[in-house]
């Protein structure tokens, strides 16, 4: 895997200084247009009144305040036990931190690198994780109250490596900037998740003709502190609840299940928002109508059925849940702000795709904004919502300066925008194309 060079990105930022007012991080980077073209010998102009989603990824990186020293702006490294520093802070209060896209180039997402999204405060570790117990309750025959211990010994674990992915990744790729965490495409990851099929667990419970949904509870508190609030409630369909690779998931990478991560029981509801795979998991309640807790309602983890103008007021009666995450491709090697030998001719790239319920048909990339295109090679993937992983191979013409873009296709047909559209005011869905910018010589 290539690092950015950090030289590069030195000189880069040294340039930058004064030169542009563009605050907005869209598509992660470490470097500005002008900083890229100085350090090329040639003079790049650029517009400060451009579309975040349209900025190229060199000038994408905040630049500081005018009238005086620069600032810190952006994402901070994380700075968390167990946790690779090149992680990035989105968020503090709760804790949120997102991983670079040359982070995610491993096949399985190392524990390290996996991105951290939290809702509430992050409990206490458990003292005896097998003396843990989950309650299943509501519409069902025989309410269940399991411990961890039960759970393993009474049913068959199965093992899948499957995505996780925020509900606002992408985020920051929205124009106007919509509320919430900032993403680029760092929050999702792929690990390998043990645990046992939930739809057996609701099976087991006999649930009746009356259930519809689910609700989902965990251990951690609210933000606030008050005991009487839940820090996020969500729920859904019993037909998504039953499909064979939801999990109650008690291990990840074949580890315990940390903490941090919502060890030592949590649920993974692939291809859907990650709010709905609830961390510190203590019950499902079975409900007979769609669940309406913290997360379900106005335009939480909702987007409009009419598309509206960006910015503009929600009509909340328009919105539907979302449920299946859009088609994204990212390119995980080589890293934006890399700069390659003079003479480079040909540029070796990796990524990774995925398309929520869907799957991957193909990925292309392109040096040239998209004029024209070369097609990746699909890696096979182990099982239902595994990512794709792919390799291409393009040429470069000369030295200089060049972006990468990737996109993605699904089985229905559908290709990555290049810029994010159906603004909402929650940043829900924003899957446009991702690019690097890379030097040669």
């Not at 939290?118 to 309750?137: F, H, M, R, S, Y």
């Not at 933000?223 to 999990?247: C, F, Q, V, W, Y």
């Amino acid at each position: 895997m290539t690092q950015p060079n950090k030289h590069f990105i030195e000189e880069l930022r040294a340039d930058e200084r004064g030169r542009t007012n563009v605050s907005r991080r869209a598509f992660l980077s470490t470097a500005s247009l002008a900083g890229i073209g100085a350090a090329a010998g040639a003079t790049m102009p650029f517009s400060s009144n451009v579309s975040g989603a349209l900025i190229t990824p060199a000038l994408a990186q905040g630049a500081p305040t005018s009238g005086g020293a620069a600032q810190p702006s952006g994402p901070q490294p994380l700075d968390y036990p167990g946790k690779d520093k090149g992680l990035t802070v989105l968020g503090d209060r709760p804790l949120v931190a997102e991983t670079p896209e040359h982070l995610l180039d491993d096949e399985t997402t190392p524990i390290s690198k996996f991105f951290i999204r939290n809702n509430g405060q992050i409990p206490e570790p458990a003292i005896n994780p097998d003396a843990w117990k989950l309650t299943v309750d509501g519409e069902v025959n025989n309410r269940l109250e399991l411990t961890l211990a039960e759970l393993k010994s009474r049913f068959q674990p199965k093992t899948y490596r499957m995505v996780l992915e925020c509900g606002g990744n992408g985020r920051s790729s929205y124009q106007p900037q919509a509320r919430g965490n900032q993403w680029t495409n760092g929050g999702a990851g792929c690990a390998e998740w043990t645990g046992i099929p939930l739809g057996e667990v609701l099976h087991a419970a006999g649930l009746k003709d009356t259930a519809k949904y689910t609700a989902h509870y965990g251990a951690d508190p609210h933000l606030s502190g008050d005991t009487t609030k839940e820090s996020i409630s969500r729920g859904m369909p019993i037909a998504k609840a039953m499909e064979p690779h939801s999990l109650i998931v008690y291990a990840m990478n074949g580890e315990s299940l940390p903490n941090i991560h919502g060890g030592p029981l949590r649920l993974v509801i692939p291809g859907w928002p990650g709010s709905l795979s609830h961390k510190w998991l203590t019950r499902i309640t079975i409900r007979d109508r769609e669940h309406d807790g913290q997360g379900m309602t106005g335009t939480s983890y909702r987007v409009p059925n009419t598309p509206m103008v960006p910015g503009g007021k929600a009509d909340e009666k328009d919105f539907r849940i979302l449920e299946s995450m859009p088609v994204r491709s990212i390119i995980t090697d080589p890293a934006n702000g890399t700069r390659l030998p003079a003479g480079t001719r040909e540029v070796a790239l990796r990524g990774a795709a995925w398309a929520g319920d869907l799957t991957v048909s193909r990925v292309d990339v392109s040096t040239d904004a998209g004029q024209t295109w070369t097609q990746a090679t699909l890696a096979p993937t182990r099982n239902r919502y595994d990512w794709n992983r792919w390799t291409a191979t393009v040429q470069v013409p000369s030295n200089g300066y060049f972006e990468i873009w990737t996109r993605a296709t699904d089985s229905n047909g559908k290709m990555q925008p290049p810029v994010a559209y159906n603004w909402n005011p929650q940043g829900y869905g924003g899957n446009a194309m991702h690019r690097v910018a890379i030097l040669v010589g």
